[in-house]
């Protein structure tokens, strides 16, 4: 059978989340309803793969999912196919693409790139609402850059872990956290992006909530490296909703979505 790669976008608000659940909306229910049209081995109930799990409310613009088809389909024409059946659901598939029968979706996955975005303003966000996390006043950004340092590079991260966490350790490393600020009408929005090979459950949230009490100055930076020491859930911050948290890729050995006549990035048609 035929396997293909699926990048992923979704507005996570109307969904209980990417895993299918018997008795709430997700994300991979949808997009396997979509494919029950298309592909008589998934009527069967074959199911499909992906990257990351996330949470109820969390947005993707960069997930990628795998699927075992019966029809060895067009790229082109099965992403368009898809976006059909995918109506009017928030949820569009960016690409598709064949892959080798090896490749899996999670677990050949070499890292995973969130962003989380947080508006301080005073007034009522709308063009906005559901898409950030909104506070009130603005952080300081030096602050949380300076926080955000504790974090880098491979640690016991329980203190930044969900309590019904299932990874079999909380030992991660995390490659970068980013923190930038824009001005916008009114306000301000932050963007902290964070990349890593795999994340605990709730880790981003509790990380981005533990720094924004930094940013309002209710926590000194130094309390970032005391609490991720404590190994301690009850040491962490709040862990900040989950409207700002978005998927934004996924890193792989070969990108899978690369069209396979185009030449490596820096080389001319002749390869040189």
């Known amino acids: 059978m035929p396997r293909f790669a699926l990048q992923v976008e979704y507005d996570g608000a109307p969904f209980a989340g990417w895993q299918a659940q018997a008795s709430h909306p997700s994300v991979q229910g949808a997009v396997e309803a979509a494919l029950a049209r298309l592909d008589a081995g998934f009527a069967a109930?074959?199911?499909?793969?992906?990257?990351?799990?996330?949470?109820?409310?969390?947005?993707?613009?960069?997930?990628?999912?795998?699927?075992?088809?019966?029809?060895?389909?067009?790229?082109f024409r099965l992403t368009e196919a898809l976006n059909w059946?995918?109506?009017?659901?928030?949820?569009?598939?960016?690409?598709?693409?064949?892959?080798?029968?090896?490749?899996?979706?999670?677990?050949?996955a070499m890292e995973r790139r969130y962003l989380f975005r947080l508006v301080a303003r005073r007034a009522p966000m709308t063009h906005l609402?559901?898409?950030?996390?909104?506070?009130?006043?603005?952080?300081?950004?030096?602050?949380?850059?300076?926080?955000?340092?504790?974090?880098?590079?491979?640690?016991d991260f329980t203190t930044f872990r969900s309590s019904i966490c299932q990874a079999k350790s909380p030992l991660k490393s995390l490659d970068a956290i980013?923190?930038?600020?824009?001005?916008?009408?009114?306000?301000?929005?932050?963007?902290f992006s964070l990349r890593a090979r795999s994340f605990l459950h709730n880790q981003v949230r509790s990380i981005v909530g533990t720094l924004e009490r930094v940013g309002t100055g209710s926590w000194a930076s130094e309390r970032v490296a005391h609490a991720l020491a404590a190994r301690d859930r009850a040491a962490c911050g709040p862990v900040c909703p989950p409207q700002?948290?978005?998927?934004?890729?996924?890193?792989?050995?070969?990108?899978?979505?690369?069209?396979?006549?185009?030449?490596?990035?820096?080389?001319?048609p002749t390869g040189r």
């Not at 559901?130 to 590079?153: F, I």
């Not at 930038?180 to 301000?188: C, R």
Request: with cysteine.
């Open 129 to 155: 609402r559901g898409q950030v996390w909104q506070v009130l006043n603005p952080l300081d950004v030096a602050a949380m850059r300076a926080g955000a340092a504790h974090l880098l590079g491979h640690h």
């Open 85 to 108: 059946h995918l109506k009017p659901a928030p949820v569009a598939i960016l690409q598709a693409a064949r892959v080798p029968d090896d490749f899996h979706a999670r677990f050949s």
């Open 244 to 268: 700002g948290l978005y998927l934004t890729g996924v890193g792989y050995p070969c990108d899978p979505f690369r069209l396979r006549d185009d030449p490596p990035r820096g080389e001319g």
């Open 45 to 75: 109930g074959a199911r499909i793969a992906a990257a990351g799990r996330t949470d109820a409310g969390v947005h993707a613009t960069g997930q990628v999912a795998h699927a075992d088809l019966v029809r060895d389909w067009d790229p």
């Open 178 to 191: 980013e923190i930038t600020e824009t001005e916008i009408p009114q306000g301000h929005e932050y963007r």
